[in-house]
């Protein structure tokens, strides 16, 4: 018997409500839902793998990701270590506050460079990043939305955006990820060159293989690509 067999065959624990054939109601996924199946699709696992390194059942955690739960801390820790991460991150703790406050000295950690391989699989599934490029006042980054075709970078800005009037030429792209609960953490560093896409067969194939939703409103009808010319990246772990 497999292990997603076993799963699904697991009675639910007590703390794992059992809603019948179907569910009461459509889903309104609460926060913890939202970050349990955003990390589970960040690691590129299906339900059945993560309920089983769980060791929940796999109606469970459907139930989680489509509805507000409460499941108890032996629960939320199998959740965390299933989904590489900690039961705090889960739950959203330390959200309002900028990344790396805290000090890793009493827990020594060691830097690994990353192969192009590394660093073009880890920025693979589009995200947020920082696009960087000079200005007459001086250098500006900027926070964007961006998605990944045939190893460019793909992202959308207002025709009237700083962003859009530096859409052609030398660019510096960044994308980082950090994890103070396990004291991990990587960093890639993209460099190549921008362009305004304006021919009409590449929007539309960019519209079918990355489609973008950036998080500000407004209009963002520029579409910009960047063709990476050298790329880099480092690892820092524990030791």
């Known amino acids: 018997m497999t292990a997603s067999q076993e799963t699904q065959q697991r009675p639910d624990q007590p703390d794992q409500p059992d809603h019948g054939s179907s569910w009461p109601a459509p889903p309104y996924p609460g926060d ?3 970050r349990v199946t955003q990390r589970r ?3 590129k696992l299906t339900r059945q793998q993560v309920a089983a390194r769980a060791n929940v059942s796999l109606r469970y955690l459907e139930f989680l990701e489509n509805y507000p739960g409460m499941p108890t801390s032996a629960v939320l820790r199998q959740l965390a270590a299933a989904l590489q991460t900690s039961p ?5 703790a330390g959200m309002e506050t900028a990344p790396g406050g805290s000090t890793l000295t009493s827990n020594p950690v060691r830097t690994e460079r990353l192969s ?16 960087g ?20 970078i793909v992202i959308r800005a207002g025709s009237g955006s700083v962003i859009a009037a530096h859409g052609d030429g030398d660019v510096s792209f960044q994308v980082d990820h950090i994890d ?4 991990q953490a990587w960093s890639v560093l993209v460099q190549g060159q921008a362009h305004r896409v304006l021919q009409r067969t590449e929007l539309a194939h960019l519209q079918r293989c990355a489609a973008l939703q950036p998080w500000p409103g407004g209009e963002h009808d520029t579409c910009i690509r960047i063709a990476p010319h050298r790329i880099s990246g480092r690892r820092i772990v524990r030791r």
């Open 32 to 34: 913890l839902s939202r």
């Open 41 to 43: 699709q960040e690691l």
């Open 88 to 92: 705090a991150a889960l739950l959203g």
């Open 116 to 131: 192009a391989a590394e660093c073009h699989q880890l920025i693979s599934p589009g995200g947020i990043g920082r696009i």
């Open 133 to 152: 490029f000079p200005t007459a006042s001086g250098t500006m980054i900027l926070p964007v939305n961006y998605a990944i075709a045939a190893n460019t």
């Open 180 to 183: 103070e609960a396990l004291e």
